[in-house]
Protein backbone atom coordinates (compact mmCIF):
# COMPACT_ATOMS: atom_id res chain seq x y z
CA UNK A 1 0.00 0.00 0.00
CA UNK A 2 1.50 3.07 -0.85
CA UNK A 3 1.95 5.74 1.42
CA UNK A 4 3.45 9.19 1.77
CA UNK A 5 5.24 9.32 5.34
CA UNK A 6 7.05 11.79 7.82
CA UNK A 7 10.04 10.56 9.47
CA UNK A 8 11.29 13.91 10.77
CA UNK A 9 9.39 17.15 11.73
CA UNK A 10 10.55 20.00 9.32
CA UNK A 11 12.16 17.33 6.69
CA UNK A 12 10.96 16.05 3.29
CA UNK A 13 8.33 13.69 3.15
CA UNK A 14 8.70 9.95 1.46
CA UNK A 15 6.37 7.90 -0.45
CA UNK A 16 7.06 4.26 1.18
CA UNK A 17 5.44 1.04 0.40
CA UNK A 18 3.35 0.09 4.33
CA UNK A 19 1.89 -3.18 5.90
CA UNK A 20 -2.03 -2.31 5.44
CA UNK A 21 -2.83 -1.10 9.42
CA UNK A 22 -4.35 -3.63 11.41
CA UNK A 23 -8.64 -2.87 12.25
CA UNK A 24 -9.81 -2.41 15.82
CA UNK A 25 -13.26 -3.45 16.60
CA UNK A 26 -14.27 0.42 15.97
CA UNK A 27 -12.33 0.93 13.18
CA UNK A 28 -13.03 1.71 9.65
CA UNK A 29 -11.08 0.91 6.59
CA UNK A 30 -11.61 3.47 3.37
CA UNK A 31 -9.94 3.41 0.54
CA UNK A 32 -8.60 6.66 -0.37
CA UNK A 33 -10.16 8.52 -3.74
CA UNK A 34 -9.33 12.22 -3.34
CA UNK A 35 -6.95 14.09 -0.43
CA UNK A 36 -6.23 17.61 -0.97
CA UNK A 37 -3.20 19.45 0.44
CA UNK A 38 -4.28 21.87 2.77
CA UNK A 39 -2.39 24.89 4.98
CA UNK A 40 -2.62 22.29 8.03
CA UNK A 41 -0.81 19.60 6.28
CA UNK A 42 2.27 21.74 5.68
CA UNK A 43 1.59 23.23 9.32
CA UNK A 44 2.04 19.24 10.44
CA UNK A 45 4.83 18.56 8.10
CA UNK A 46 6.82 21.56 10.07
CA UNK A 47 5.98 20.37 13.39
CA UNK A 48 3.95 23.41 14.01
CA UNK A 49 0.83 22.49 14.67
CA UNK A 50 -1.78 20.86 17.11
CA UNK A 51 -1.79 17.95 16.05
CA UNK A 52 1.72 15.90 16.11
CA UNK A 53 1.51 12.48 15.61
CA UNK A 54 4.62 10.09 16.46
CA UNK A 55 7.22 9.36 13.89
CA UNK A 56 7.16 8.06 11.45
CA UNK A 57 3.72 8.92 10.46
CA UNK A 58 1.43 8.63 7.39
CA UNK A 59 0.18 11.90 6.85
CA UNK A 60 -2.83 13.72 5.07
CA UNK A 61 -5.59 15.60 7.28
CA UNK A 62 -8.83 14.76 5.31
CA UNK A 63 -9.82 12.90 2.18
CA UNK A 64 -12.70 10.63 0.34
CA UNK A 65 -13.20 7.26 0.04
CA UNK A 66 -14.51 4.22 0.41
CA UNK A 67 -15.50 2.04 3.18
CA UNK A 68 -13.93 -1.76 2.47
CA UNK A 69 -13.94 -3.11 5.84
CA UNK A 70 -15.61 -2.06 9.43
CA UNK A 71 -14.62 -3.78 12.43
CA UNK A 72 -17.14 -5.52 14.84
CA UNK A 73 -18.32 -2.73 16.74
CA UNK A 74 -18.92 -0.15 13.99
CA UNK A 75 -22.50 0.96 13.53
CA UNK A 76 -21.83 4.00 11.58
CA UNK A 77 -20.94 3.13 8.05
CA UNK A 78 -21.17 0.05 6.35
CA UNK A 79 -18.44 -1.38 3.89
CA UNK A 80 -19.34 0.24 0.09
CA UNK A 81 -20.00 3.50 1.64
CA UNK A 82 -18.41 6.71 0.43
CA UNK A 83 -17.20 8.57 3.58
CA UNK A 84 -15.65 11.56 4.61
CA UNK A 85 -12.88 11.05 6.21
CA UNK A 86 -12.30 13.87 8.94
CA UNK A 87 -9.39 15.53 10.71
CA UNK A 88 -8.35 13.38 13.75
CA UNK A 89 -4.75 12.70 16.01
CA UNK A 90 -3.48 10.27 13.10
CA UNK A 91 -3.68 11.42 9.80
CA UNK A 92 -2.75 9.58 6.71
CA UNK A 93 -5.16 10.35 3.86
CA UNK A 94 -2.30 10.82 1.66
CA UNK A 95 -2.16 7.07 1.17
CA UNK A 96 -4.35 4.52 -0.34
CA UNK A 97 -6.12 3.18 2.17
CA UNK A 98 -6.32 4.44 6.00
CA UNK A 99 -7.98 2.65 9.28
CA UNK A 100 -9.81 5.33 11.29
CA UNK A 101 -12.14 5.10 14.27
CA UNK A 102 -15.51 5.31 13.11
CA UNK A 103 -15.89 8.90 15.14
CA UNK A 104 -13.76 10.39 11.98
CA UNK A 105 -15.22 8.84 9.17
CA UNK A 106 -19.15 10.21 8.41
CA UNK A 107 -21.45 9.42 5.45
CA UNK A 108 -20.73 12.11 1.98
CA UNK A 109 -23.51 12.58 -0.82
CA UNK A 110 -22.73 9.79 -3.54
CA UNK A 111 -24.12 12.14 -5.95
CA UNK A 112 -21.51 14.66 -5.26
CA UNK A 113 -17.69 14.24 -7.34
CA UNK A 114 -15.23 12.94 -5.30
CA UNK A 115 -12.69 15.73 -6.53
CA UNK A 116 -15.29 18.05 -4.24
CA UNK A 117 -15.74 15.73 -1.76
CA UNK A 118 -12.06 15.80 -0.88
CA UNK A 119 -12.51 19.69 0.83
CA UNK A 120 -15.65 18.65 2.29
CA UNK A 121 -14.62 17.17 5.88
CA UNK A 122 -12.47 20.87 6.70
CA UNK A 123 -13.49 23.70 4.55
CA UNK A 124 -17.16 22.88 4.27
CA UNK A 125 -18.01 22.33 7.57
CA UNK A 126 -15.62 25.27 8.92
CA UNK A 127 -17.11 27.71 6.98
CA UNK A 128 -20.76 26.20 8.18
CA UNK A 129 -19.65 26.77 11.61
CA UNK A 130 -18.02 29.96 10.99
CA UNK A 131 -21.19 31.72 10.00
CA UNK A 132 -22.71 30.39 12.94
CA UNK A 133 -21.21 33.40 14.89
CA UNK A 134 -22.39 36.75 15.17
CA UNK A 135 -26.33 36.36 15.36
CA UNK A 136 -26.03 37.32 11.62
CA UNK A 137 -28.97 38.51 10.09
CA UNK A 138 -30.13 39.21 6.05
CA UNK A 139 -28.39 42.38 5.01
CA UNK A 140 -25.19 41.87 7.68
CA UNK A 141 -21.57 42.32 6.27
CA UNK A 142 -19.25 39.44 7.14
CA UNK A 143 -15.69 40.49 6.68
CA UNK A 144 -13.22 37.84 5.58
CA UNK A 145 -9.42 37.42 5.37
CA UNK A 146 -7.74 35.05 2.76
CA UNK A 147 -10.71 35.49 1.00
CA UNK A 148 -9.88 33.80 -1.86
CA UNK A 149 -8.86 30.18 -0.48
CA UNK A 150 -10.70 27.30 -0.97
CA UNK A 151 -12.59 28.21 2.93
CA UNK A 152 -13.41 31.54 1.67
CA UNK A 153 -15.00 30.74 -1.54
CA UNK A 154 -17.59 28.59 0.65
CA UNK A 155 -17.86 31.30 3.41
CA UNK A 156 -19.35 33.41 -0.08
CA UNK A 157 -21.25 30.46 -1.20
CA UNK A 158 -22.72 29.74 2.07
CA UNK A 159 -23.38 33.52 3.58
CA UNK A 160 -24.63 34.56 -0.27
CA UNK A 161 -28.13 31.37 0.78
CA UNK A 162 -28.68 33.39 3.84
CA UNK A 163 -28.82 36.65 2.46
CA UNK A 164 -25.31 37.52 4.06
CA UNK A 165 -23.12 40.38 2.37
CA UNK A 166 -19.40 39.21 2.50
CA UNK A 167 -16.54 41.95 2.27
CA UNK A 168 -13.54 39.67 0.81
CA UNK A 169 -9.67 40.82 1.63
CA UNK A 170 -6.96 39.77 0.23
CA UNK A 171 -3.30 40.02 -0.01
CA UNK A 172 -2.29 40.90 -3.92
CA UNK A 173 -4.72 42.64 -6.26
CA UNK A 174 -4.73 39.62 -9.22
CA UNK A 175 -6.08 37.30 -6.71
CA UNK A 176 -9.64 35.45 -7.68
CA UNK A 177 -12.13 35.72 -5.31
CA UNK A 178 -15.13 33.86 -6.21
CA UNK A 179 -18.63 35.02 -5.26
CA UNK A 180 -18.90 37.32 -2.04
CA UNK A 181 -20.11 41.23 -2.96
CA UNK A 182 -16.91 43.31 -2.47
CA UNK A 183 -13.20 43.08 -2.63
CA UNK A 184 -10.20 45.11 -1.26
CA UNK A 185 -6.61 44.10 -0.90
CA UNK A 186 -4.60 44.45 2.52
CA UNK A 187 -2.43 47.43 1.23
CA UNK A 188 -1.60 50.76 2.59
CA UNK A 189 -5.12 51.84 1.52
CA UNK A 190 -7.34 49.30 3.30
CA UNK A 191 -8.91 51.65 5.20
CA UNK A 192 -10.01 54.30 2.50
CA UNK A 193 -11.28 50.50 0.45
CA UNK A 194 -13.69 49.69 3.36
CA UNK A 195 -15.12 52.71 3.81
CA UNK A 196 -15.84 53.14 -0.44
CA UNK A 197 -17.11 49.06 -0.18
CA UNK A 198 -19.29 49.62 2.88
CA UNK A 199 -21.09 53.24 2.46
CA UNK A 200 -21.48 53.44 5.99
CA UNK A 201 -22.26 49.84 7.00
CA UNK A 202 -19.86 47.96 9.62
CA UNK A 203 -19.18 44.38 9.28
CA UNK A 204 -20.95 42.24 12.71
CA UNK A 205 -18.56 39.33 11.90
CA UNK A 206 -14.88 38.80 11.11
CA UNK A 207 -13.60 35.95 10.17
CA UNK A 208 -9.85 35.82 9.85
CA UNK A 209 -7.09 33.00 8.95
CA UNK A 210 -4.39 35.31 8.14
CA UNK A 211 -3.67 37.48 12.25
CA UNK A 212 -1.31 39.75 12.32
CA UNK A 213 -1.74 43.81 11.92
CA UNK A 214 -4.64 43.64 9.27
CA UNK A 215 -6.39 42.12 12.41
CA UNK A 216 -5.99 45.30 14.10
CA UNK A 217 -7.22 47.35 11.07
CA UNK A 218 -10.06 45.46 10.24
CA UNK A 219 -11.44 45.61 13.99
CA UNK A 220 -11.82 49.62 13.44
CA UNK A 221 -14.25 49.03 11.31
CA UNK A 222 -15.96 46.51 12.81
CA UNK A 223 -19.75 47.56 13.94
CA UNK A 224 -20.82 47.63 17.86
CA UNK A 225 -20.90 44.11 19.61
CA UNK A 226 -19.26 42.28 16.47
CA UNK A 227 -17.70 38.97 16.88
CA UNK A 228 -14.03 37.98 15.54
CA UNK A 229 -13.39 34.23 14.94
CA UNK A 230 -10.00 33.66 14.98
CA UNK A 231 -9.56 30.19 13.14
CA UNK A 232 -5.69 30.38 11.03
CA UNK A 233 -2.67 32.50 11.17
CA UNK A 234 -0.98 32.28 7.65
CA UNK A 235 1.24 35.32 8.13
CA UNK A 236 2.88 33.54 11.49
CA UNK A 237 2.00 36.92 13.27
CA UNK A 238 -0.21 37.54 16.37
CA UNK A 239 -2.57 39.99 16.15
CA UNK A 240 -3.19 43.04 18.77
CA UNK A 241 -6.65 44.50 18.75
CA UNK A 242 -6.96 48.19 20.26
CA UNK A 243 -8.28 48.04 23.62
CA UNK A 244 -10.85 50.86 22.77
CA UNK A 245 -12.01 49.35 19.94
CA UNK A 246 -12.20 45.96 21.94
CA UNK A 247 -14.00 47.49 25.00
CA UNK A 248 -16.16 50.60 23.88
CA UNK A 249 -17.70 48.49 20.60
CA UNK A 250 -18.12 45.81 23.49
CA UNK A 251 -16.15 42.87 20.90
CA UNK A 252 -16.12 39.43 21.17
CA UNK A 253 -12.87 37.16 20.30
CA UNK A 254 -13.53 33.58 19.54
CA UNK A 255 -11.05 30.92 18.79
CA UNK A 256 -11.97 28.12 16.54
CA UNK A 257 -10.41 24.84 15.42
CA UNK A 258 -12.77 22.20 13.46
CA UNK A 259 -10.75 19.48 15.21
CA UNK A 260 -12.83 20.35 19.13
CA UNK A 261 -15.88 20.39 17.11
CA UNK A 262 -15.36 17.26 15.54
CA UNK A 263 -14.01 15.54 19.23
CA UNK A 264 -16.97 17.69 21.05
CA UNK A 265 -19.86 17.54 18.77
CA UNK A 266 -22.57 15.36 19.27
CA UNK A 267 -22.80 12.35 16.36
CA UNK A 268 -26.49 13.64 15.03
CA UNK A 269 -24.75 16.92 14.70
CA UNK A 270 -21.89 16.04 12.98
CA UNK A 271 -23.78 14.06 10.82
CA UNK A 272 -26.25 17.16 10.14
CA UNK A 273 -23.83 19.09 9.45
CA UNK A 274 -22.03 17.10 6.42
CA UNK A 275 -25.01 16.02 5.00
CA UNK A 276 -25.71 19.72 4.74
CA UNK A 277 -22.61 20.58 3.14
CA UNK A 278 -22.14 17.40 0.85
CA UNK A 279 -25.79 17.73 -0.23
CA UNK A 280 -24.71 21.78 -1.19
CA UNK A 281 -21.94 20.18 -3.06
CA UNK A 282 -23.75 17.79 -4.92
CA UNK A 283 -26.18 20.49 -5.79
CA UNK A 284 -23.01 22.77 -7.22
CA UNK A 285 -24.01 25.58 -4.57
CA UNK A 286 -20.39 24.99 -3.09
CA UNK A 287 -17.83 24.43 -5.27
CA UNK A 288 -14.12 24.17 -4.91
CA UNK A 289 -11.65 25.23 -7.69
CA UNK A 290 -9.58 22.16 -8.37
CA UNK A 291 -5.63 23.57 -9.10
CA UNK A 292 -4.09 20.00 -10.58
CA UNK A 293 -4.87 16.23 -9.47
CA UNK A 294 -1.72 14.13 -8.47
CA UNK A 295 -0.96 10.03 -8.21
CA UNK A 296 0.45 9.73 -4.90
CA UNK A 297 3.79 8.23 -6.92
CA UNK A 298 3.75 12.18 -8.21
CA UNK A 299 3.78 13.24 -4.34
CA UNK A 300 6.59 15.53 -4.82
CA UNK A 301 5.48 17.98 -7.82
CA UNK A 302 2.21 17.99 -5.61
CA UNK A 303 3.54 19.03 -2.97
CA UNK A 304 5.65 21.92 -5.18
CA UNK A 305 2.62 23.10 -6.60
CA UNK A 306 0.72 23.42 -3.35
CA UNK A 307 3.19 25.50 -1.49
CA UNK A 308 3.55 27.77 -4.55
CA UNK A 309 1.76 30.63 -4.13
CA UNK A 310 -0.52 32.04 -5.98
CA UNK A 311 -2.15 29.04 -6.70
CA UNK A 312 -5.36 29.03 -8.06
CA UNK A 313 -7.39 26.58 -6.42
CA UNK A 314 -6.53 23.51 -4.38
CA UNK A 315 -4.38 20.72 -5.10
CA UNK A 316 -5.37 16.81 -4.47
CA UNK A 317 -4.20 13.51 -4.61
CA UNK A 318 -6.51 11.18 -6.46
CA UNK A 319 -6.31 7.31 -7.64
N1 LIG B 1 -9.33 26.43 12.38
C1 LIG B 1 -9.84 25.54 11.57
O1 LIG B 1 -10.53 24.59 11.99
C2 LIG B 1 -9.61 25.70 10.09
C3 LIG B 1 -10.35 24.93 9.20
C4 LIG B 1 -10.14 25.14 7.82
C5 LIG B 1 -9.18 26.04 7.38
N2 LIG B 1 -8.47 26.73 8.31
C6 LIG B 1 -7.46 27.71 7.89
O2 LIG B 1 -8.05 28.56 6.92
C7 LIG B 1 -7.04 29.08 6.09
C8 LIG B 1 -7.43 28.88 4.64
O3 LIG B 1 -7.41 27.48 4.36
P1 LIG B 1 -7.75 26.92 2.90
O4 LIG B 1 -7.58 25.47 2.89
O5 LIG B 1 -9.05 27.48 2.47
O6 LIG B 1 -6.57 27.61 2.07
P2 LIG B 1 -6.20 27.48 0.51
O7 LIG B 1 -7.41 27.27 -0.32
O8 LIG B 1 -5.10 26.48 0.40
O9 LIG B 1 -5.63 28.93 0.20
C9 LIG B 1 -4.57 29.47 0.94
C10 LIG B 1 -4.90 30.94 1.18
O10 LIG B 1 -3.98 31.47 2.12
C11 LIG B 1 -3.51 32.71 1.63
N3 LIG B 1 -2.21 32.96 2.25
C12 LIG B 1 -1.16 32.13 2.30
N4 LIG B 1 -0.15 32.70 2.99
C13 LIG B 1 -0.61 33.91 3.38
C14 LIG B 1 -0.03 34.98 4.13
N5 LIG B 1 1.22 34.91 4.59
N6 LIG B 1 -0.77 36.08 4.35
C15 LIG B 1 -2.04 36.16 3.87
N7 LIG B 1 -2.63 35.19 3.16
C16 LIG B 1 -1.92 34.08 2.91
C17 LIG B 1 -3.45 32.50 0.13
O11 LIG B 1 -3.34 33.71 -0.53
P3 LIG B 1 -2.64 33.81 -2.00
O12 LIG B 1 -3.63 33.24 -2.98
O13 LIG B 1 -2.40 35.25 -2.16
O14 LIG B 1 -1.38 32.97 -1.95
C18 LIG B 1 -4.79 31.80 -0.07
O15 LIG B 1 -5.84 32.73 -0.03
C19 LIG B 1 -5.75 28.36 6.51
O16 LIG B 1 -5.09 29.15 7.46
C20 LIG B 1 -6.26 27.12 7.18
O17 LIG B 1 -5.33 26.55 8.09
C21 LIG B 1 -8.67 26.58 9.63
Redesign the pocket.
Known sequence: MKSVQLHEYGKPVTLVEAEPAPLGDTDVRVAIEAAPL???DF?TLSGRYAVRPPLPSPVGGEGVGVVTETGAGVTAVRTGDLVLVLPNPRPGTWQEEIVVPERFVVRADPRAEVTQLA?AG??AA?AYLLLSYGELREGDWVVQ????????TFVNALAKLRGVRTLNV???AD?VVRGGDAVVVSDGTLTEQIAAALAGDRPRLLLD??SGPVVTELAAVLAPGAHIVS??????QPFTLSTPHLLFKNLTVHG????NWIAAAPREEIERVYADVTALIAEGVLRTEIAAEYALADYARAIEHASA???TG?VVFTR
Open positions: NPSLTINTTAANSGLGVRRAGVFGALSQFWLNPGRK
